[in-house]
């Protein structure tokens, strides 16, 4: 069986404020790039594009998480979720999954990722023990993907505009015929962008219910500095409401995601993450 959505914090609201998650900042790179991205931001998949204060060497995994687990023992999910994104970098993250999974097999494994390279990558995923899965979708249709991503890198290639949203969606779904064999709980992150894919949300929910995903979290897009996308509004929160509500005919939602930062840790409900969203 897959792992439960309530053991997971972020998977379930009934979890947060019971079960605490660590984000290990081990992945500074990405394969492609967001429109809402500033790299020197932390990646808006997992999402508040905070600064992550340093990137976390290997090497000091353990000793970061022991230190954790010390101060908040309630702790029982450590994750990848940037400030790049994990698969970038894919020798470097499962190589990092595989020895916390070793050296802690008390918690369980969550990854973030946007879905680009996860195909290649599954198989190990599940081998070493992977419980949790996000993949970011913000698009389910190219026209409107275009827009969102301005650069996606193929087999040493850079691709551009429809091209690139194509091959990103194509390689997402790949992925996710894969994981219907597989025992990993997956959770569609989309990053709600007012004007861009906020009408196309119940349209990827309702592609993304042919696949066995658990529940789905709508983020309002962070505008960022020096960002194509710096001059967008955030969405509003009954828009937010009408699109999670829209999405929900599709796919079980999630409200109390806090975009956390790719360094946070401890409890949904503690003072680690830095901005809720509205329910
Ligand atoms: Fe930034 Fe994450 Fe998008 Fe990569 S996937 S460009 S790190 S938001
Ligand atoms: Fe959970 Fe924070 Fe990630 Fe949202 S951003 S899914 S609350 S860890």
């Not at 979720?81 to 994990?86: L, Q, T």
């Not at 894919?90 to 020895?99: D, K, Y």
């Not at 390689?171 to 009408?199: D, F, Y």
Request: with cysteine.
């Amino acid at each position: 069986m897959p792992a439960p959505l309530s053991q997971h914090p972020c998977f379930s609201a009934g979890a947060a404020g019971r079960i605490g998650r660590l984000h290990l900042a081990v992945a500074p790179d990405c394969n492609i790039q967001c429109n809402y991205c500033n790299r020197r931001y932390s990646c808006v998949n997992e999402s508040r594009p905070g600064v992550t204060a340093e990137i976390l060497k290997p090497a000091a995994v353990h000793s970061h998480i022991c230190d954790h687990l010390h101060r908040e023992p309630r702790i029982g999910i450590v994750g990848i979720a940037g400030p790049g994104d994990p698969l970038a970098t894919p020798a470097m993250t499962l190589g990092v999954l595989r020895q916390v999974k070793k050296d802690f097999p008390q918690l369980a494994l969550c990854l973030s990722t946007n879905g680009l390279t996860l195909v290649e990558h599954l198989d190990e995923l599940a081998a070493l023990g992977l419980e949790y899965l996000t993949i970011t979708v913000n698009a389910v249709d190219p026209g409107i993907g275009r827009f969102i991503y301005s650069r996606v890198y193929a087999d040493g290639s850079i691709l551009k505009g429809r091209e690139a949203a194509e091959y990103l969606l194509q390689r997402q779904l790949m992925a996710l015929e894969q994981l219907q064999q597989l025992r990993i709980t997956v959770k569609i992150n989309t990053v709600v962008i007012p004007g861009i894919n906020h009408h196309h949300v119940s349209a990827i929910a309702r592609k993304m219910s042919d696949y066995r995903v658990a529940v789905m979290n709508c983020l309002p897009m962070i505008p960022v500095a020096d960002t194509p996308f710096a001059a967008y509004q955030e969405i509003s929160t009954p828009r937010l409401r009408e699109t999670r509500l829209s999405a929900q005919v599709w796919l079980p939602q999630i409200s109390h995601c806090r975009r956390c930062r790719a360094d946070a840790a401890g409890l949904l409900t503690g003072n680690c993450s830095p901005k809720a969203i509205p329910a």
